[in-house]
């Protein structure tokens, strides 16, 4: 019986493999297990997903539960709440913990309004102390960071941050195999899937290019693009965007960086007027050196940065593209 | 077609920030506040849908006092009424006793669909809108990037955002609630016309009581998450600042990415 110092970790998967971030969300599962002195074991929806339900037995958890069925063929929050919700009721494990994804968010908050249950998502740090458990996310376009504890009676469904917990620190192990209890008739499918498309305009490549730069909504218009494509012209760099400016028109959308756009890792990114708040950051932050140019001294993205500049882009990247010119002609 | 918009005011993201003096939460007097990012386009997107099959838009708002100016932005766009959730009974609280107590008060009308944005640039949850459709029964999706409604009027294709540069196509059964992406559409701007119109527009105020909600179960005091603190992050590994005027940063800059970091 599974009392409730239980932790559930609800893996994701696509095309027949593992969502990279299931097995961070194992490793955090297994961090709060530890932390609340309890067990952390996996369920799986799927479909002819038996092969994934043995990769993720090879962690130290204490089951692995499958539910196999075609009402699973795709993800929909209908199939997925209907199926965990009960289960979540009846057992009250303490937590539940998913990957932050565009797949887990989409249901994550109505499971937990169905489940007796609350939703904290993005988390990106566990620490227990004398004040008991906390956990970390940011919060203001991740400005800032807030410790929340947990409180009141009933499970917390908690995603987890990407990157935040590495997949390397989950520990292996042998898991038992079971099914996991649903009845097909509440878990049915609510949404009839059409197919998936690429986004209008995605042509361009950014992962080959050497050099970066890219504009935020700091630049202030499309008609303000001036500077920062001097300044890319004269560095032989591409020009790339946060989402804002792309939403915005300013620039098309296959130059759009971050987590709903392209990811790179060039020699230099150079971020202008961007903020930094992580849903950029995850798409540029392998880049060999970061420089930031922004306003604001306590923008996030400095924190990645290697060279910060505090001030006005628009009298910034001027003088910078005449001191790119002078240093290459002299 | 009736449809009801949630619009959350949040703190301009260009505001600059300080941590208030209990730790707990940030400084708000003299914050700049501004209508959420992606509730600007689940509102133009409202607009658009009635504008081109009529019905009207009702936008809901739960917040204190300061609330009833993006509320009167939203009229001024062209919704029709406005609903103030104005309790402190009501403050505070998490994605599920806000999405209750929104989806109580849109429950007590009737309407063929519930828009929101999908995260707000404050706490992001991410969530608000699942729980408002989870107490209705209805279907939803969380970062919507196109609606077309179909000819029965019962159903509607969605357009939903994935990662890396994907989307996926579904139907779905109305009534349902969609979490807008911000850049599904472009916002318009009010006009002197709509803002003058506005001030006639009904804001109705409800309280925790009018929903039915107990005191306990509501606002913080109903929440399941207690914010211990709030706080700049600690820097990564901290940029080197330059500084100096624009030309001395400059020069020092293309300076060290030659010399230093080596990547010109
Ligand atoms: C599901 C989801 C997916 C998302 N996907 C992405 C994504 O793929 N890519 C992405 O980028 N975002 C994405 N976002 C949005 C993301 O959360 C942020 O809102 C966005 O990255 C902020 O863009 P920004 O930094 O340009 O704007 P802001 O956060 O508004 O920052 C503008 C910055 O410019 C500075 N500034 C203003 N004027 C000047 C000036 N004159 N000189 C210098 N600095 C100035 C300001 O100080 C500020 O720091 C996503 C959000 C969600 C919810
Ligand atoms: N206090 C509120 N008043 C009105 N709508 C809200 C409120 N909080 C959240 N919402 C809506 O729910 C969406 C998601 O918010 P969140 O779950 O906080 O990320 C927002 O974009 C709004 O549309």
Known sequence: M???????????????????????????????????????????????????????????????RHADHPHFTHYTPGGYVGALAPALRAESPAFVVLPHTYQTVDFAASLAQASGAGWLPEVTGIESGEGGLTLRRPILGGKLEAQLRVRGEGPMVVSVQSGAFSADTATAGSAPI???????????????????????????????????????????????????????????????????VIDNGWLPRDRQIGSSGQ?????????????????????????????????????????LARYGIVGDLHDILPALTKAVREAKGG | MRIAVCVKQVPDTEARLRVARDGKWIEEEDLPFVLNESD???????????EKVGGEVVVFSLGPERVKEGLRKALALGAARAVHLNDPVLAGGDAVVTGRALAAAIARESFDLVL??????????????????????????????????????????????????????FRLALPAVLQVQAGLNHPRYPNLKGIMAAKKKPIDELGAADLGLAAAAAGSSGSRLELVSVAFPSSGGGAEMLEGDAETVARSL????????RVL
């Open chain 2, 254 to 261: 293309i300076e060290k990415l030659q010399r230093e970091a």
């Open chain 1, 263 to 303: 990811t790179v890792a060039p020699r230099l990114y150079l971020a202008a007027g961007i903020s930094g708040a992580i849903q950029h950051t995850v798409g540029m932050k392998g880049s060999q050196v970061v420089v930031a140019i922004n306003k604001d001294p306590g923008a996030p993205i400095f924190n």
């Open chain 1, 178 to 244: 079971e099914p996991f209890p649903f009845a097909a008739e509440a878990a049915t499918p609510d949404r009839e899937i059409l197919g998936v498309e690429a986004v209008a305009g995605e042509k361009l490549d950014l992962t080959k290019a050497e050099i970066i730069v890219a504009a935020g909504r700091g630049v202030g218009g499309a008609d303000r693009m001036g500077p920062l494509r001097e300044l890319a012209a004269a560095l032989g760099a591409e020009i790339a965007a946060s989402r804002p």
């Open chain 2, 116 to 169: 929101t944005g999908s995260q707000s640039d404050d706490l992001g949850w991410g969530g608000t809108g699942s729980v408002i459709a989870g107490v209705l029964g209805w279907p939803s999706a969380w970062l919507v990037m196109g609606v077309t409604l179909e000819e029965d009027g019962r159903h509607a294709r969605v357009t939903r955002e994935m990662e890396s540069g994907m989307n996926e196509v």
């Open chain 1, 2 to 64: 599974a009392g409730n110092h239980t932790v559930w970790i609800v893996l994701q998967h696509r095309d027949g493999q593992l969502h990279r971030g299931s097995r961070e969300a194992i490793a955090a599962g297994q961090r709060l297990a530890a932390a609340i002195g309890g067990a952390a074991e996996a369920v799986l929806l799927g479909l002819g997903t038996s092969s994934l339900a043995e990769s993720a037995a090879a962690f130290d958890l204490a089951r692995v």
């Open chain 2, 40 to 50: 600007e386009y689940a509102l133009e997107e409202a607009l658009a849908i009635t």
